[in-house]
């Protein structure tokens, strides 16, 4: 059994991976190595090399494991055609990105942004506009793993927890839910507005500039999860207009964000350059999925964790 990294993990991963599975062949490369996915029964990427074309002679190609949640960059249609088993790292992310946006959302309470700019000055003011996480109300569009435990930690603040996904169903460590259908009456109510939601056909421009509107003036915005879920342009005329206060944006449209765009010098705008779930434990994660899974895999098993439906792209 031939199994092809395309990416490098650190040496004693990579020892340890190779002990526990002696009868499995390690190979490891820094990208993708297209001769040897030709004969490789299981690929591990992190889902941005692997295209269409690359199927046509992996004959042998089994099972593809995703060292990440994302999806959208992947031959979806074509490994579905060819009935591979795909499945992903989803959950590893959610303590990395649930501290990143509880660390942003404290910091423009607490008016970190204004004291950094007011250094940087040698300016001493002591008008901060300062508020309370307590007491506010959050609506997380997306309530899996990372939207719940944002929600858990937002609980702990005392803050009351909104979600909403397609249909409206439950999660944990929210005090109420609602369904896409009822974004636009529910965004008033928000004093944060946190998208972790993933790029699907239903999620694309999800947030418009009507969406903005409905907002409270003194709402923070959050994009965590896909670019593609707000409309950059709409967005940047809702701030300009002062429909809501501020924008927290880990994921664009476009990636990396261009060089002169009008988020770079906006005051009341925070840009994350898609780093939010960057972590020491990021792929000592990722690869304890894929470990269990593999174990799974050698004894015949197809109860695999974090299976993907890839006609459905989730």
Known sequence: MKVLFSFFPKQDQQTSLMEKFPQADFIFRKSLDEEVLKTADILVTYG????????ETATQLKWIMVASAGLEKMPLEE??????MLTNARGIHKTPMAESIIAHILS?????????RNQRNGEW???????ELFGSTALILGVGAIGSEVGRLLQAFGVRTIGCNRSGKIAPSMDAMVPFSKLKETLPDADIVISILPSTEETKHLLTYEQFQ??????IFMNFGRGDVVKEEELLRALKEECIAYAVLDV?????????????????????????????????????????????WLNGSDQLENIIDAKRGY
């Open 48 to 55: 941005e090399d692997l295209c269409a074309s690359h199927l």
């Open 79 to 84: 490994i579905a055609s060819r009935n591979i």
């Open 108 to 116: 423009i309470k607490k008016s970190l942004p204004t004291m950094a």
């Open 125 to 131: 003011s002591r008008k901060l506009n300062s508020s």
């Open 214 to 219: 409905c907002m409270k003036q003194s709402a």
């Open 252 to 296: 664009f449209e476009k990636e990396p964000l261009l060089q002169g765009h009008p988020f770079w010098e906006m005051n009341n705008v925070i840009v994350s350059p898609h780093a939010s779930s960057h972590s020491s434990q990021y792929v000592i994660r990722a690869l304890g999925i894929f470990s269990n899974n593999l174990t799974e």
